[in-house]
C-alpha cells in the first residue's frame, strides 16, 4: 500500500528552537499534502493543506508566520515550527493525497516536545 | 462547513463480539468517507473508505454502511480480536476522491476488545 514517511518522530528542544519536519511520499506522487495537529485524546485538526509548487492553505487560526509550510516537490513536504515555545509541544501528522482515486494515506506523525 | 459527529466515544467488546461506530454528517456535498485506525503513537491508517454511489462496503471483517439520506454512515467490525483494540476515526470530504480533498474527521471512538 502508499506510504508516508514522516521525520523525525520525536523532537525535544529548548523554548525558542525552530524544527523542521519532513513528510514524504514513498511510492506515489502526492499533488497534495496536509498537516495536522492532535492532543491527547482528541481528534486530528487540519492545520493547513499545501499543493506542490504553490502556497500553502492555512485554516483559520493558524498562524502561517508560525508554521512554516514548504512543499517543493511532488514527494516532499516540510512543516518548520518557528521559535517554538512549550504551548506548540504536540502530536504533528502529515498525510498526502495523489490524483486520480488515490485516497489520503498518513505519515506516523512527530512528537514534539518544547521544554 | 462540514460537521462530523461520531458515537460512541468509549466501546468494550469481548472478542468475538461484533462493534458498530456511527457517524452522521452534515453537509449532503460530502461524498467520500473513509474511516481510520490509529494506534498509540502512530498515524491514521486507512482501513475502508466509501463513496456516496455506494450503500455498502466489506472487506473480510470490516463493513461500511451509508445512508445519504438520513446523512449517517456506520463502520461495522465483526469477530473482533485483540489486536482490532486503537482509536477509529470517521471523516468525510468532498470531491472525486478524497485524497486531494479536505477531510472533516469525526472526534474517535477508543474501541477496546477485552479476551
Known amino acids: 500500500g502508499a506510504v508516508v514517511s514522516q521525520h523525525p518522530s520525536r523532537v525535544i528542544c529548548k523554548s525558542g528552537t525552530s524544527v523542521k519536519i519532513e513528510c514524504r511520499s514513498l511510492?506515489?506522487?502526492?499533488?497534495?499534502m496536509f498537516w495536522y495537529r492532535q492532543f491527547p485524546k482528541q481528534s486530528l485538526m487540519l492545520m493547513a493543506t499545501s499543493n506542490e509548487g504553490s502556497k500553502a492553505t492555512y485554516e483559520q487560526g493558524v498562524e502561517k508566520d508560525k508554521f512554516l509550510i514548504n512543499h517543493a516537490s511532488l514527494t516532499l513536504s516540510t512543516l518548520t515550527v518557528t521559535s517554538a515555545h512549550p504551548e506548540d509541544s504536540s502530536f504533528y501528522i502529515c498525510?498526502?493525497?495523489?490524483?486520480?482515486?488515490?485516497?489520503?494515506?498518513f505519515g506516523d506523525g512527530t512528537r514534539l516536545s518544547i521544554l | 462547513g462540514e460537521n462530523v459527529e461520531q458515537h460512541p466515544s468509549t466501546l468494550s467488546v469481548q472478542e468475538g463480539d461484533s462493534a458498530v461506530i456511527k457517524c452522521t454528517y452534515s453537509d449532503s456535498a460530502s461524498n467520500y468517507f473513509p474511516w481510520y485506525k490509529q494506534e498509540l503513537g502512530k498515524g491514521p491508517q486507512l482501513i475502508i473508505d466509501i463513496r456516496s454511489n455506494v450503500g455498502e462496503k466489506k472487506d473480510q471483517r470490516i463493513a461500511v454502511t451509508l445512508n445519504k439520506t438520513a446523512k449517517h454512515f456506520s463502520l461495522h467490525i465483526t469477530e473482533t480480536q485483540p489486536e482490532d483494540s486503537a482509536v477509529y476515526f470517521c471523516a468525510a470530504s468532498k470531491g472525486v476522491t478524497g485524497g486531494g480533498n479536505k477531510l472533516t474527521f469525526g472526534t474517535g471512538t477508543q474501541l477496546k476488545v477485552e479476551l
Open positions: 498525510s498526502a493525497g495523489g490524483k486520480g482515486h488515490q485516497p489520503q494515506h
Open positions: 511510492d506515489f506522487q502526492a499533488t497534495t
